[in-house]
Every structure is written in structure tokens, then in C-alpha cells.
Nanobody, 120 residues
């Protein structure tokens, strides 16, 4: 059973920034890629970004490239998502998971997520 706790969401004006955090269990964090995903209102969950276990490789969805930065602190079992230049279309519930773009759809132990609302 995965243990994932997301935090850091909130309401921000367009152009603003937020930093999300996700704490995972040690077993989860030391083994996997870690990724961020989001579910906009009325839409399916989608991939946002992922980072390899040693931080040496990162991947991003096209719609966040140049605006979001994923990072991790293995000593704290925590993965971060720095979100800059936020747009109203970034409004969503954000989740983390030990998955990346190729394999997140079959993950079934999502945390509660953290709500991000961007006002225009």
C-alpha cells in the first residue's frame, strides 16, 4: 500500500507561483520514478512531470515546460513541484505517485491530492 501525502495547493492569481510537496513512504520513494499528475474539473487525470530516483532525469508535459520544475529530496522522502507563471487552465487537483507518463494509468493508490485554483 502506497502512502502519499500532497500539500501546498491554494488559490493564486494568474501569473503567480506555488510549490507543491508530496511525502511518500521510504519504500516507495527509494525505488521509483516519482511523478506529478493533475485532474482538472470534469476531465481525466493527466501527466504533469516526473523525476528519476536520483534526480538525473526529468520529463514534463508540453503544457508545463518552462513553467514548472520538479525536484526531489531523498533524505526527506519528498518530491516537489514548483509552479511558476500559473494560468487559469492549471486549475486542478494535483497528485503525486511513483509513476511516470508511461505507467500512471494503472496506479490505484492515489492520495487525497491538493487543490490548485488559478484565478484570472
Amino acid at each position: 500500500q502506497e502512502q502519499l501525502v500532497e500539500s501546498g495547493g491554494g488559490t493564486v492569481q494568474a501569473g503567480g507561483s506555488l510549490r507543491l510537496s508530496c511525502v511518500a513512504s521510504e519504500r516507495t520513494f527509494s525505488t521509483y520514478f516519482m511523478g506529478w499528475f493533475r485532474q482538472p474539473p470534469g476531465k481525466e487525470r493527466e501527466f504533469v512531470a516526473a523525476i528519476s530516483w536520483n534526480g538525473g532525469r526529468t520529463t514534463y508535459a508540453d503544457f508545463v515546460k518552462g513553467r514548472f520544475i520538479i525536484s526531489r529530496d531523498n533524505a526527506k522522502n519528498t518530491v516537489y513541484l514548483r509552479m511558476n507563471s500559473l494560468k487559469p487552465e492549471d486549475t486542478a487537483v494535483y497528485y503525486c505517485a511513483p509513476r511516470q507518463l508511461s505507467d500512471y494509468r494503472d496506479f490505484d493508490s492515489w492520495g487525497q491530492g491538493t487543490q490548485v485554483t488559478v484565478s484570472s
